[in-house]
Nanobody, 119 residues
Framework: QVQLVESGGGLVQPGGSLRLSCAAS????????MGWYRQAPGKQRELVAS???????DYADSVKGRFTISRDNAKNAVYLQMNSLKPEDTAVYYC?????????????WGQGTQVTVSS
């Protein structure tokens, strides 16, 4: 069984930084596109950043220049470095990954990690 396990959320003051991590565990053969999404209370889930298997990246306009997505293919992991955090970045952050397991490609989601930006 494949799982995406996230870590790194928490409470931080405006202007601070956090680093989120997400790793695929289980019978994983490979991963392709990976990404981070977030969902604030009363809002729809939105894409924050994505990265292809060749490390081509894309960002939501609201986080460009502040967030950096990266990956470690050997560990089947994806990271999100978040700098200059703002209160409007407060949300539950989810990672998503395309995973090859048992000969089948499927999309998996992490369980979510809370990020709260507040003074």
């Amino acid at each position: 069984q494949v799982q995406l396990v996230e870590s790194g959320g928490g409470l931080v003051q405006p202007g601070g930084s956090l680093r989120l991590s997400c790793a695929a565990s289980g019978r994983v053969i490979s991963t392709n596109a990976m990404g981070w999404y977030r969902q604030a209370p009363g809002k729809q889930r939105e894409l924050v950043a994505s990265i292809t298997s060749r490390s081509s990246t894309d960002y939501a306009d609201s986080v460009k220049g502040r967030f950096t997505i990266s990956r470690d293919n050997a560990k089947n992991a994806v990271y999100l470095q978040m700098n200059s955090l703002k209160p409007e970045d407060t949300a539950v952050y989810y990672c998503k990954a395309g995973v090859l397991a048992r000969g089948v490609w499927s999309d998996y989601w992490g369980q979510g990690t809370q990020v709260t930006v507040s003074s």
